[in-house]
């Protein structure tokens, strides 16, 4: 019999492609993914897998271009958000139909937050594109979900690595994916400013007049160089990252694996191969060290 794994996906944007790495060498090792738990990215990626087509949403994903992703992007200049993600995922749902979580073959929770009541939600039953949805509202990025009388942002807001939701079996193993980890990264040696002049030239000045727009409505701290948008990036991601320690200290994996926050920007979608392959690294490392113990 094939060893069960319980497998825990985190939050992280475009850093949660590593995701798919980690499935793909988990189950070319014979493991057998028998529960997921995801947070906004790793609902997204997890919920695909459980429901048979991660396959297609990769096949998918890697034919994107940058304008490609660009065009996705329906932007929208609202209070509670400068992105509505509606359209990307009605684009994923043409060659991935939504299910019942409950029928799946997987079993899977997707964790978000009920904004309104402060609390975390657990979604373990109804639309797989639901849940998804919900769980990937990303604060001041992503408009929240609205569903009666609950507004839906993002799960990993309380819990970005949920170790403590997900499902488990006797006998099973835990492992968890932080795609957000405070740890050292080497750089890539291509010029960022190349790709974004490159962008900028696909997007004939849209990307530069959408950033004037967001300039106002987050205009740059003369004292700090990065900017106040950045600014509050950079804090809340440090604050994650002491969420998920204390998370991981109270429901510890069995195997932990991290991918550097510093390798890839929440929205480098573009960099798709780079993380996956990244992802299918780390997790063979990492399961050759359990089996030599």
Same mark, same amino acid.
């Given at each position: 019999?094939?060893?069960?794994?319980?497998?825990?996906? $985190?939050?992280?944007?475009?850093?949660?492609?590593?995701? =798919?790495?980690?499935?793909? @060498?988990?189950?070319? /090792? $014979?493991? @057998? &993914?028998?529960? #997921?738990?995801? +947070?906004?990215?790793?609902?997204?990626?997890?919920?695909?897998?459980?429901? $048979?087509?991660?396959? @297609?949403? @990769? !096949?998918?994903?890697?034919?994107? +271009?940058? &304008? *490609? #992703? %660009?065009?996705?992007?329906?932007? !929208?200049?609202?209070?509670? $958000? #400068? &992105?509505?993600? *509606?359209?990307?995922?009605?684009? &994923?749902?043409?060659?991935?139909?939504? /299910?019942?979580?409950?029928?799946?073959?997987?079993?899977?929770?997707?964790?978000? !937050? *009920? %904004?309104?009541?402060?609390?975390?939600?657990?979604? !373990?039953?109804?639309?797989?594109?639901?849940? =998804?949805?919900?769980?990937?509202?990303?604060?001041?990025? #992503?408009?929240?979900?609205?569903?009666?009388?609950?507004? %839906?942002? *993002?799960?990993?807001?309380?819990?970005p690595v949920p170790t403590n939701r997900v499902s488990r079996q006797e006998g099973d193993i835990l492992i968890a994916v932080d795609v957000g980890a405070q740890i050292p990264y080497e750089k890539s040696k291509i010029d960022a400013s190349q790709n974004w002049a490159y962008f900028e030239k696909l997007t004939k000045g849209k990307l530069k007049r959408f950033q004037r727009r967001l300039s106002k409505l987050f205009p740059a701290n003369n004292h700090d160089k990065r900017g106040y948008f950045h600014l509050v990036v950079d804090t809340a991601h440090l604050m994650l990252s002491q969420i998920t320690d204390l998370t991981l200290k109270i429901d510890p994996p069995d195997i932990l694996i991290q991918i550097s926050i510093e390798s890839c920007g929440t929205f480098d979608f573009y960099k798709a191969v780079e993380q996956i392959e990244l992802g299918r690294e780390l997790t063979h490392n990492n399961i050759g060290q359990l089996k030599n113990q």
């Open positions: 019999m094939k060893q069960k794994v319980a497998l825990v996906l $985190g939050s992280g944007g475009a850093r949660g492609a590593a995701h =798919i790495g980690v499935i793909r @060498e988990l189950v070319a /090792q $014979g493991y @057998e &993914i028998s529960s #997921i738990a995801g +947070s906004s990215m790793g609902a997204l990626v997890g919920g695909i897998y459980a429901a $048979g087509k991660l396959d @297609e949403y @990769e !096949t998918w994903l890697l034919s994107l +271009s940058k &304008i *490609d #992703i %660009f065009n996705l992007v329906d932007f !929208t200049l609202s209070k509670s $958000g #400068i &992105i509505k993600a *509606d359209k990307v995922l009605k684009e &994923i749902q043409k060659f991935i139909p939504d /299910q019942k979580i409950e029928d799946l073959p997987v079993k899977y929770a997707a964790v978000a !937050t *009920d %904004f309104n009541n402060k609390k975390e939600v657990v979604i !373990t039953n109804g639309s797989l594109f639901e849940a =998804i949805r919900a769980s990937i509202s990303i604060p001041m990025i #992503i408009t929240p979900l609205q569903k009666n009388d609950t507004l %839906f942002v *993002d799960g990993g807001v309380l819990n």
